[in-house]
């Protein structure tokens, strides 16, 4: 988290966002020698309404409480939908904190019972894409859903992980802009400073997304994925916050081709958990015949 580290993280943010957009979108006219791919420091202050050392002092980190009213013409100028505007403005207004101890995060004893009883894929994820609990169906849906694995971490370096989502692409980079957006200004807590050193050193699209500053939401929605025994499903996602966890639950349209290939999905994992219990020797001593 370099630019975390410096502690200009409102800074880092304003320089990622504005070369992202182009002269274009911003209605001024192309121009020859463009030293940046986006708007320059100077463009952003006059369409903000700003003055251009003004600007400077933000992106440098020399004036970090600027008014609302300038962060809400920077979103404006920054093209920012509604959760980078909110994302920008809790930049201005984060204050630095102590230090904070590396808590475990913990899955409530209710949780793992509504897990059991859940017929289709359902796990629950930690702040940073940590899986702590998940049901046989979720690791039927993929075994990159055990407890231990890290989402994010499959999602990036595992092959077959990433051949299991359609839009490996898009996957990415919601992925990394909703871990952005979670860590918030909690930027010195240990379990995000790991993950992001190890994918930042192990990762060229991590890199390259990090850079970018996205941030978004990672909620509902609805995917496509590629299961190596049932071909092609199409699942919608959603997360539901219980305490200080998430359950993820994975489900189709009733009565469409992916629920019965889910039905099948189940009947196999069923069938394979049966033979591997059949299979395992008793552990039970019989009793000594006199």
């Given at each position: 988290?370099?630019d975390?580290?410096?502690g200009?993280?409102?800074?880092?943010y304003?320089?990622?966002?504005?070369?992202?957009?182009t002269p274009?979108q911003?209605?001024?006219?192309?121009?020859?020698?463009?030293?940046?791919p986006?708007?320059?420091?100077?463009?952003?202050a006059?369409?903000?309404?700003?003055?251009p050392?003004?600007?400077?002092?933000l992106?440098?980190?020399?004036?970090?409480?600027?008014?609302?009213?300038?962060?809400?013409?920077?979103?404006?100028?920054?093209?920012?939908?509604d959760?980078e505007r909110t994302?920008?403005?809790?930049?201005?207004?984060?204050?630095p904190?102590?230090?904070?101890r590396k808590?475990?995060?913990h899955?409530?004893?209710?949780?793992?019972?509504?897990l059991?009883?859940?017929?289709?894929?359902?796990?629950?994820e930690?702040?940073?894409f940590?899986?702590l609990?998940s049901?046989p169906?979720?690791?039927?849906?993929s075994?990159?859903?055990r407890?231990?694995?890290?989402?994010?971490?499959?999602?990036?370096?595992d092959?077959?992980?990433?051949?299991?989502?359609?839009d490996?692409?898009?996957?990415?980079a919601?992925f990394?802009?909703?871990?952005?957006?979670t860590?918030?200004?909690?930027?010195?807590?240990?379990?995000?400073?790991?993950l992001?050193?190890e994918?930042?050193?192990?990762?060229?699209?991590?890199?390259?997304?990090?850079?970018r500053?996205?941030?978004?939401?990672l909620?509902?929605?609805?995917?496509?994925?590629?299961?190596?025994?049932v071909g092609?499903l199409?699942?919608?996602r959603?997360?539901?916050?219980?305490?200080?966890?998430?359950?993820v639950v994975?489900y189709?349209?009733?009565?469409s081709?992916?629920?019965?290939?889910?039905?099948?999905?189940?009947?196999l994992s069923?069938?394979e958990?049966?033979?591997a219990?059949?299979?395992?020797?008793?552990?039970?001593?019989?009793?000594?015949?006199?």
């Open positions: 988290m370099k975390e580290e410096s200009n993280r409102l800074g880092s304003l320089r990622a966002r504005r070369e992202l957009v274009a911003a209605g001024l006219p192309p121009g020859g020698n463009r030293r940046v986006g708007l320059r420091r100077e463009e952003v006059l369409l903000a309404g700003i003055s050392d003004y600007y400077l002092r992106e440098r980190g020399r004036d970090k409480n600027p008014s609302p009213q300038v962060l809400e013409s920077l979103a404006r100028v920054l093209r920012l939908d959760v994302y920008l403005l809790g930049l201005a207004a984060a204050r904190r102590a230090p904070r808590r475990p995060e899955v409530p004893a209710r949780v793992h019972e509504l059991a009883h859940l017929q289709i894929p359902a796990f629950v930690g702040r940073a940590d899986v609990a049901n169906m979720a690791v039927a849906l075994p990159r859903l407890p231990g694995q890290n989402r994010l971490r499959s999602l990036l370096l092959p077959e992980e990433q051949a299991f989502h359609q490996w692409t898009k996957a990415t919601d990394v802009a909703a871990l952005r957006t860590i918030g200004d909690d930027t010195d807590n240990p379990r995000f400073v790991e992001v050193g994918l930042a050193l192990s990762s060229q699209r991590f890199r390259t997304l990090w850079a500053h996205d941030v978004r939401s909620d509902g929605g609805t995917t496509t994925l590629h299961h190596p025994v092609e199409r699942l919608h959603d997360k539901l916050a219980i305490d200080d966890v998430i359950l994975y189709p349209d009733k009565d081709d992916s629920d019965e290939k889910l039905r099948l999905l189940a009947a069923h069938t958990s049966a033979g219990a059949h299979d395992e020797p008793a552990n039970t001593p019989r009793p000594e015949t006199p």
